[in-house]
């Protein structure tokens, strides 16, 4: 059972999970949900949503992460701690169970799962596989990650979508198909091995970054045209945080080395996700009568967390996971072996 | 031959690269931790729960 228990862990993807979350979160709170259980269910859908597209991903993406993420833990198939049929009873099951539970939020949020799961299979797997096909699979990921999620959210809190939903869901996904776009950096070896025709592959570092800098711009002012009521201390927040990263998509453009590259795209993901808290707390606070003052210094500390563990990262890279045993297979002469460089990823 | 390559790791990772994420040295822990608990304190936990998730998960590294 337990290894079950840690294998759907493994499979959640802890941070790619969190980042759903907070799509459901946004899209209860801009939707004006107040009540929990509704928000709950809407995050059971959105579980068993995740786990099938990561067991489709998975099972297409074997021979490819074989050489990406080779050894990586957080690949089951990679790593050997489960077999395809694994991958597909958790896939299958987890499909079926998001479709159950979106039904208790109505049958506009069955539908919305329904496609979701339809556009996680064809982006996965033949003869659609959309993965393969360069800038419309950097458009159709973001659909899955942000707007099924987003939709789910509003669902929850009530039937219908207004026109201010739409604008909010159209920054939130013009964002993420910048973010989305960085990914690429870390697989661009096994994609152009295996002919995965990637926006990175296809046409290089300084259009990926420059690309993903206006995606990210537009959705930010997206984003703050359709938030209501609007927010002084959110919109310089989001100005900080989009001034951060175009910086650092400059950094990026630069080749830096795979190393300090590596640590840029995950320090824009915390920019990112950081900015996706900010926004459900200014809802958040909005919708629960907070006076603006006291609302503005949570934000400004909001702010001023995210970009403490964004130069965290950036300075100092992620905290290290595992061990590098000496080559005789014992630990080293200090009794202790030393970490080895992380390897901890998600996808 | 291996202590020197995990020496070499170290040092090109710096020393702080084997801290918890709760270390008391990142004061956006700190700070992080107080904001989500005035959240729950004035019932907000559905921002204090990512507040506290996003501390847990920063010094992991995530493409998205």
Redesign the interface.
């Given at each position: 059972v337990i290894p079950r228990a840690r294998l759907l862990v493994v499979m959640t993807r802890p941070a790619v999970l969190v980042l759903l979350g907070l799509f459901a979160a946004t899209g209860y709170a801009q939707a004006g949900g107040t009540r929990q259980w509704p928000l709950v269910v809407a995050v059971a859908t959105v579980i068993g949503f995740l786990l099938f597209s990561v067991a489709l991903n998975d099972l297409a993406d074997e021979a490819i992460d074989r050489v990406n993420l080779a050894g990586d833990p957080s690949r089951p198939l990679v790593a050997g701690t489960a077999y395809r049929r694994d991958m597909a009873t958790v896939g299958v099951t987890a499909g079926v169970v998001a479709l159950a539970t979106s039904a208790a939020l109505g049958w506009p949020a069955v539908a919305v799962t329904a496609a979701g799961l339809a556009l996680s299979a064809g982006y996965s797997l033949r003869p659609v596989r959309v993965a393969d096909r360069g800038a419309l699979a950097s458009l159709l990921l973001p659909a899955c990650f942000a707007a099924v999620p987003y939709l789910l959210g509003v669902f929850a809190a009530r039937p219908g979508v207004r026109a201010g939903d739409l604008v909010v869901l159209a920054g939130l996904y013009v964002g993420f198909i910048g973010r989305i776009l960085l990914k690429d950096f870390r697989d661009v070896r096994g994609d152009a091995l295996f002919g995965k025709r990637t926006f990175l592959v296809r046409h290089g570092r300084h259009a990926t970054c420059a690309v993903s800098a206006c995606c990210w711009v537009a959705g930010t002012i997206l984003l703050l045209t359709g938030v209501r009521p609007f927010g002084a201390a959110l919109a310089a927040g989001y100005a900080v945080a989009t001034v951060a990263a175009v910086w650092l998509l400059r950094e990026l453009a630069r080749d830096p080395g795979p190393r300090r590259e590596e640590r840029l795209v995950w320090t824009l993901a915390i920019v990112g996700r950081g900015m996706l808290v900010v926004l459900l707390a200014h809802l958040a606070m909005s919708q629960h009568g907070w006076p603006a003052p006291f609302a503005a210094v949570m934000i400004a500390g909001l702010v001023a967390v995210v970009a403490g563990q964004a130069r965290t990262m950036l300075h100092d890279g992620p905290v290290t996971r595992g061990y590098i045993m000496p080559a005789s297979g014992t630990p080293s002469s200090a009794g202790v072996a030393a970490p080895a460089r992380s390897r901890s990823r998600s996808r | 031959?291996?202590?020197e390559?995990?020496?070499a790791?170290?040092d090109?990772?710096?020393s702080?690269?084997?801290?918890?994420?709760w270390s008391n040295r990142?004061?956006?822990v700190v700070?992080?931790t107080?904001?989500a608990v005035?959240?729950v304190i004035?019932?907000?936990?559905?921002?204090a729960l990512?507040?506290l998730?996003?501390?847990m998960?920063?010094?992991?590294?995530?493409?998205?």
């Open positions: - | 031959m291996a202590e390559w995990n020496d790791e170290e090109s990772m710096g702080r690269a084997t801290r918890s994420p990142n004061w956006w700070v992080g107080v904001l005035i959240f004035f019932g907000l936990a559905v921002v990512p507040v998730t996003m501390l998960t920063a010094r992991y590294g995530s493409s998205k």
